[in-house]
């Protein structure tokens, strides 16, 4: 990489000069422009050389640093000779020299865009909209410290292995590998300032990014990188997964799962972004990003994620009741609404997430996005690993479930109907409510799906479309995949082996349910 590139963190071709882009499946950066293609390891070598000759531009005028600590936050920075204030941008008191290493310095910069005045200005117009806010008027008692600081983040690039593993029924878990590139995944390195909040300034525009060299401090300090060793890396797997987790819980559609990762061909680039930031007491804090102008505030409160995952399912009960009783009368409209409502809430409760976190507010309210951050899953049926797309939740397996707990629900109705009509009876005749002791079935069915058997059903054998080249889904299924079944809701009943205990635990199940379902018969008759 030439050090003459304007944005370092662009992937260019060795031939024509153009942008690359990596594709996962070839696991190698293809050119948009000449096609041409280079491996992960020659780009991860090529980065290494550039940043050997950066490291040796930067040292040149590494005398004209000079570098800070304060003694009360214990913030360090590093500013340019002809920066002789020593007054600490994050709390005003004075600071005293420190050591400065060269590990330390960052190799890309993003310039700040917009000045300290048109910053403050965002951030006092909050204010002025959210006067109640204890918040609020904390920030505003403390604007005369609000000030701009690069901070230290490290640019993750690159591509992943990983493995996404899903709980389910019984301590078990179903795990689905992936592939993964990310691109420009900028993690917070200052243990001094909250991620979630920092987050919240994001995303930077990373267009603009520049070949660092200590000309952009002269009038603005430079906050030292303070997450080194372990640390640092733990911090960079967290941010990656927490980025990739997001990507995978949209295509799966639930949270309780685990992202695992196993590093390929990545790197992380330290950089330095234009941060304008006041620190308050209590946990409350302001932060405006020096490029866009998001805003991110810290309420110092705690936020409940949770919303009102049973508000859908509570409806959906109440409509099912209404429409049996119309419909059939009060006799099935309380089972109906009771097995259907366990199944709503069943599946509600499966999907929702509850997590308590710190109260972050930002504004405008664009979510931060990495430019190119991909994941792909992949399946092996019988050549070797290929694209796949995973579906657990289709409308044909939800509505085999539902027809499948209307036809179970019904099944004395079905049975006594035919019986009534040989008899020569009329229809109507029949007391439908009397068969309440089989409603039992139905409902004990529910209660399991409600356990969790039925997402395990759902995610332990999920429908499996190979990705072609031309973009089409084909249908495909593993060797070893078994067929979709209700039978997966009893797991227990399915494995019946020599024990005496077992098939007579099964052989009681049986009869119970005939009892039931005979009674039930009998008496609508």
Wanted: net charge positive.
């Amino acid at each position: 990489m030439e050090t003459t590139v304007k944005n370092p963190l662009v992937i260019r071709c060795e031939y024509c000069g153009g942008d690359q882009r990596f594709d996962i499946v070839k696991q190698k950066y293809c050119c948009a422009h000449c096609g041409a293609e280079a491996n992960a390891v020659e780009k991860k070598a090529e980065y290494r050389r550039w940043k050997k000759i950066r490291q040796e531009a930067v040292l040149q005028d590494f005398e004209k640093v000079k570098t800070f600590s304060c003694p009360s936050c214990g913030a360090q920075t590093m500013a340019t000779g002809e920066d002789v204030s020593a007054q600490c941008p994050f709390c005003q008191n004075t600071m005293i020299d420190a050591s400065f290493t060269d590990d330390n310095l960052p190799e890309v910069i993003l310039p700040f865009k917009i000045t300290q005045e048109e910053a403050q200005n965002k951030l006092t117009g909050w204010i002025a909209k959210n006067k109640s806010n204890p918040a609020a008027k904390l920030i505003e008692k403390n604007l005369h410290r609000f000030t701009g600081c690069y901070l230290p983040y490290h640019i993750v690039r690159g591509g992943y292995n990983g493995n996404l593993g899903i709980s389910l029924q019984d301590g078990s878990a179903a795990h689905y590998p992936f592939r993964a590139y990310l691109s420009h995944t900028a993690v917070n390195v200052s243990k001094d300032w909250d991620n979630l909040f920092l987050d919240g300034i994001e995303p930077f525009d990373f267009n603009e990014a520049r070949e660092f060299d200590f000309g952009f401090l002269n009038h603005q300090k430079a906050k030292v990188q303070n997450v080194v060793g372990e640390a640092l890396n733990a911090r960079i797997g967290e941010e990656t997964r927490a980025e990739l987790y997001q990507d995978l819980s949209k295509k799966v559609r639930t949270k309780e799962m685990t992202v695992f990762l196993d590093d390929n061909e990545n790197e992380s680039i330290p950089a330095l972004m234009p941060v304008y930031l006041v620190k308050c007491k209590n946990g409350v804090a302001a932060a405006v990003n020096g490029q866009t102008g998001k805003v991110s505030i810290a309420t110092g409160k705690k936020k409940n994620l949770t919303k009102l995952w049973w508000l859908w399912p509570t409806l959906a009960t109440i409509v099912v009741g209404a429409v049996s009783f119309f419909g059939a009368g009060m006799g099935l409209a309380w089972a109906l609404a009771l097995v259907f409502g366990l199944i709503f809430f069943a599946v509600a409760h499966n999907r929702h997430h509850a997590e308590i976190i710190d109260e972050i507010i930002t504004f405008p309210k664009t979510k931060a996005s990495h430019n190119d951050t991909r994941t792909e899953f992949f399946a092996n049926f019988g050549q070797g690993p290929v694209p796949s797309e995973l579906k657990f939740f289709t409308f044909g397996r939800i509505l085999k479930l539902v027809v499948g707990m209307l036809l179970l629900t019904f099944l004395p109705v079905l049975i006594a109907i035919p019986i009534q009509l040989l008899k020569g009876q009329p229809l109507s005749a029949l007391h439908l409510g009397y068969g309440a002791a089989w409603y039992i079935i139905p409902v004990f069915m529910a209660i399991v799906l409600a356990g969790g058997a039925g997402k395990a059903m759902m995610y332990g054998e999920p429908l499996y479309f190979e990705k072609r080249p031309n973009g089409k889904l084909v249908r495909r299924r593993l060797p070893s995949q078994k067929k979709f079944s209700l039978k997966q809701l009893l797991p227990g009943l399915k494995k019946i082996d020599s024990a005496k205990g077992t098939r007579k635990t099964v052989g009681w199940v049986i009869a119970i349910v005939l009892f039931l379902l005979i009674g039930s018969v009998a008496a609508m008759l």
